[in-house]
């Protein structure tokens, strides 16, 4: 066997990897290094580069629309979160009980997480509540006017979170089976000492699911920063700029008719450096409150 065929045959895993390796490098990795030099520069989608400068990121906390954006989106994550890991887990603590039809229940309540992500879902959303949708007709049958949900500013930003934590499913699924885990002699100990399903929830069944607990916080705490579908279907930022999150203010920068790419890149960067930041205080956060069954997990 010659030195090239035995060079090929030890080193026949790469020739594997390449397709990936080369699409990384182009849709991954370029755009990733390119949009953070842009981020620094004027750079027009059609006029190209005139000037490099720091006031795309200035201008982040600087600009009124901009700081609302961020601020807006915060309070977008820190209201989703919170409702959807506490209805997942409610609903996960209930489903793991064994009742009748318990399957149905269980593939109802996945379902939503599924379709949620999708288009058809926020333009139902939209038809349900809207000024003229079924909700508000439901009202009307009973001589109730009834809120008007996405043209009144103090609605539309809570009714674009109800949709996000309506698709609790999936952080239900990962609930429901790290419940499936906790020892059932635990349980019964319990109930001979005399504490009762509450006790044992929040003594027993919190502590030994907090990794669990923690794994769902980092996904949807990132999920709940990347919402774009929602606001830019249902309200398209209104009323007023009181749903425009940060991805939409992205996007409008980018290919609203304005074409900002450098503006866009500097937005994206501050988005994902605030993500970054939160990952790692949470990271930081988890030895205070989350249990591992070993102490090297700590």
Not at 12 to 23: A, D, Q, T
Not at 53 to 79: C, D, G, H, P, S
Not at 186 to 204: C, N, P, S, V
Not at 243 to 257: K, R
Request: proline share 3%; hydrophobic share 50%.
């Amino acid at each position: 066997m010659s030195k090239i065929q035995k060079t090929l045959r030890d080193n026949i895993g790469f020739f594997f990897v390449i397709p990936w390796l080369v699409g990384f490098l182009i849709f991954k990795a370029y755009p990733f290094i390119s949009s953070f030099y842009y981020s620094f520069t004027d750079y027009d989608l059609f006029k190209g580069i005139s000037k490099h400068t720091l006031e795309n990121y200035i201008n982040v906390f600087a600009n009124k629309q901009e700081r609302t954006a961020l601020i807006i989106t915060f309070k977008y994550a820190f209201m989703t979160v919170p409702l959807k890991l506490v209805s997942a887990l409610f609903i996960a603590y209930i489903l793991n009980f064994k009742i009748k039809g318990v399957n149905f229940f269980r593939t109802a309540y996945y379902i939503p997480s599924i379709l949620g992500g999708s288009v058809a879902i926020a333009v139902l959303w939209r038809a349900l509540f809207n000024d003229e949708g079924l909700i508000r007709m439901i009202f009307g049958i009973f001589g109730i006017e009834g809120p008007h949900f996405f043209t009144n500013s103090n609605w539309a930003l809570f009714m674009i979170c109800l949709l996000r934590v309506w698709q609790f499913g999936s952080a239900m699924v990962i609930f429901l089976a790290a419940l499936k885990g906790v020892p059932t002699d635990l349980y019964e100990a319990a109930a001979i000492d005399g504490a009762g399903k509450w006790r044992q929830f929040f003594t027993i069944t919190v502590p030994l699911i907090t990794p669990v607990i923690f794994y769902n916080l980092i996904t949807q705490l990132v999920q709940a920063f990347q919402e774009f579908n929602g606001p830019f279907i249902i309200t398209k930022g209104g009323p007023r700029g009181s749903t425009t999150l940060m991805t939409l203010l992205i996007y409008n920068n980018a290919f609203g008719g304005t074409y900002k790419m450098g503006k866009a890149c500097a937005q994206a960067w501050v988005l994902f450096v605030i993500l970054v930041l939160f990952t790692m205080i949470s990271f930081w956060s988890q030895k205070h409150w989350v249990y591992y069954s070993d102490e090297d997990g700590r």
